[in-house]
């Protein structure tokens, strides 16, 4: 497995409570993703990072903000948790090109129960 | 957008049988389809690729084909063994970015 750890692995919150879910990686991969992962829907991307700084929205960001201080490090963080945000949260790294898909390589993943 | 369709959604064969899967997408400037295998409780993993100027890759008992004009794509298991069992998730770029889209998944069975 590439060089990803995700913290925390498992997180019970409350509803309206602020949550942040964490991506470390060592292989200095220029892309970090944030997924998530539901029964019956696959794997829907949330936002993603091209550089330190540099970030965009994916298809179901409402919600969710990220920020990404460090080549190594992003962050995803629910403001006010809501009980649709029990999922099973990815990241994910890769090495790709500017503009050119590549592989993409998955942390071990965060469940996460919004109470 | 890119919409990915994929069929079917469960699937149980008898061991050392084949198995296909197949996926749909909308968008023609997508050009590159990995294929993702996930074990329960586990991350998924890639295990086979494909971009749009190749035709057919294999990897021993793995292999997928691309067909542009009708844009889908198959991933095909040879000799299926109880450890295929899984869900696989296909994907392809969309519209040439580096974002991907996935299927919704199929869950494979292998039977000893």
């Known amino acids: 497995d590439a060089g990803i750890t995700q913290s925390p692995r498992h997180k019970v919150t409350e509803t309206g409570t602020p949550v942040t879910l964490r991506c470390h990686q060592t292989e200095n991969h220029r892309y970090m993703y944030w997924y998530r992962q539901d029964p019956g829907h696959g794997l829907r991307l949330i936002h993603y990072?091209?550089?330190?700084?540099?970030?965009d929205k994916g298809e179901v960001s409402d919600g969710y903000s990220v920020s990404r201080s460090k080549t190594e490090d992003f962050l995803l963080t629910l403001e006010s948790a809501t009980s649709s945000q029990t999922s099973v949260y990815f990241c994910?790294?890769?090495?790709?090109?500017?503009?050119?898909?590549?592989?993409?390589?998955f942390g071990p993943g965060t469940r996460l129960t919004v109470l | 957008g890119e919409n990915v369709e994929q069929h079917p959604s469960t699937l149980s064969v008898q061991e050392g049988d084949s198995a296909v899967i197949k996926c749909t997408y909308s968008?023609?400037?997508?050009?590159?389809f990995p294929w993702y295998k996930q074990e329960l409780g586990k991350r998924p993993q890639l295990i086979i690729d494909?971009?749009?100027?190749?035709g057919e890759k294999k990897d021993q008992r793995i292999a997928v084909t691309l067909n542009k004009t009708a844009k889908h794509f198959s991933l095909h298991i040879t000799e299926t063994q109880p450890e295929d069992s899984a869900v696989y998730f296909c994907a392809a770029s969309q519209g040439g970015s580096e974002k991907l889209v996935f299927g919704k998944g199929t869950k494979l069975t292998v039977n000893p």
């Open positions: 994910a790294i890769s090495d790709q090109k500017v503009g050119v898909a590549d592989t993409q390589y």
């Open positions: 494909i971009r749009s100027n190749v």
């Open positions: 968008d023609s400037a997508s050009n590159y």
């Open positions: 990072s091209y550089g330190v700084k540099d970030t």
